[in-house]
């Protein structure tokens, strides 16, 4: 099969297209012929050799890819409820750059017969780490307020969604730029905080009048720490699941210590499969009626080929998306 590997680790042009050996899925596991696969931060940082290698089986050549839809081409023989033809989308631990993956059965989502397979794709990894950071860690209940950082991301646009459906009364996100700022609105953001140009703890704060928010979804880290001490509520919530500014910093633990606050963080690619796989049961119990309702809708920027994934690790890099970049591998799907 065709697949992106990494041939080394640094630029974007270190990823190239190679034929490697196309996987046998064991009795519990499904071969899948993917259609699409996304992008994420998790495959920049592992392209430049800064994330650990996903454990994945075999000791195969190194590709990249956390995410994929496809249809399922053969069923292990311990696969219940599952046949050849059916549309699916799911986490992976790595591989996702490829024509074929094999999946556990539990880590599969039916994806909406109102979905298309592109729409599928971008919503395994950011949907499921929004639902995860809000939910759980976050306790994120109706009537509460929530601050989403990198909003234009793709889990920021997850995000976004997702505390809606929730039940959360104002929702505030921070982005870099007036255009994505329009598109958050368009959204459903309540209020979108152009970085470049307000502080977003004061503005936070002025809306608040000066109670703060409930949860904050944080990326960035260290140069926005002192900041999300500020617009945090009494009692709030800091869930952090990236640090995109710096992972070394202070924290000003008078501000969080009177203000009872909770900082927790999580990281969704580094769990144990067992973990992820409750996950994405649960996810698809809770959330997946949503995309059927035209609730949830997955937010794509723009579609490269798998020829061409370099060039969408260098448009990524640049910030240019709002939502989801995606590599076409079997589009005809």
Do not use: W
């Amino acid at each position: 099969m065709r697949a992106v590997v990494l041939q080394d680790h640094g630029d974007p042009e270190v990823l190239q297209i190679k034929e490697i050996r196309t996987p046998v899925p064991e009795s519990e596991e499904v071969l899948v012929r993917i259609a699409y696969s996304a992008l994420n931060r998790a495959d920049i940082l592992q392209r430049r050799g800064l994330y650990p290698v996903p454990d994945i089986a075999g000791n195969g050549p190194e590709v990249p890819g956390l995410e994929f839809s496809g249809v399922i081409e053969e069923v292990g023989a311990r696969v219940p409820n599952r046949k050849r033809g059916d549309r699916v989308c799911g986490l992976l631990g790595g591989g996702g750059y490829a024509e074929y993956a094999a999946v556990h059965h539990l880590m599969l989502l039916d994806i909406p017969n109102n979905l298309s397979l592109a729409e599928a794709a971008a919503i395994p990894e950011v949907f499921l780490t929004a639902f995860d950071a809000l939910e759980d860690k976050g306790a994120l209940a109706t009537g509460e307020t929530v601050l989403i950082h990198a909003g234009g991301s793709g889990v920021g646009t997850a995000a976004t969604q997702i505390a809606r459906v929730l039940g959360a009364s104002r929702i505030f996100v921070t982005l870099g730029s007036d255009e994505k700022a329009d598109a958050a609105l368009a959204l459903g953001v309540d209020r979108a905080i152009n970085y470049n140009r307000e502080d977003f703890a004061a503005v936070v704060l002025e809306e608040t009048s000066n109670e703060g928010v409930n949860v904050i979804l944080d990326v960035v880290g260290k140069t926005y720490m002192e900041g999300n001490l500020r617009a945090a509520a009494v009692e709030g919530r800091i869930v952090c699941i990236a640090y995109l500014g710096g992972g070394l910093g202070e924290i000003h633990l008078p501000t969080l210590l009177r203000k009872r606050l909770r900082l927790q963080g999580t990281l969704l690619r580094t769990r144990p499969t067992d973990q992820k796989m409750e996950l994405s049961t649960r996810f698809s119990r809770r959330m997946m009626p949503f995309f059927a309702q035209g609730k949830l809708r997955p937010v794509i920027d723009c579609v490269f080929s798998l020829e061409d994934a370099a060039d969408a690790h260098e448009y990524m890099e640049h910030n240019r998306n709002f939502g989801k970049i995606l590599l076409a591998v079997n589009p005809e799907l």
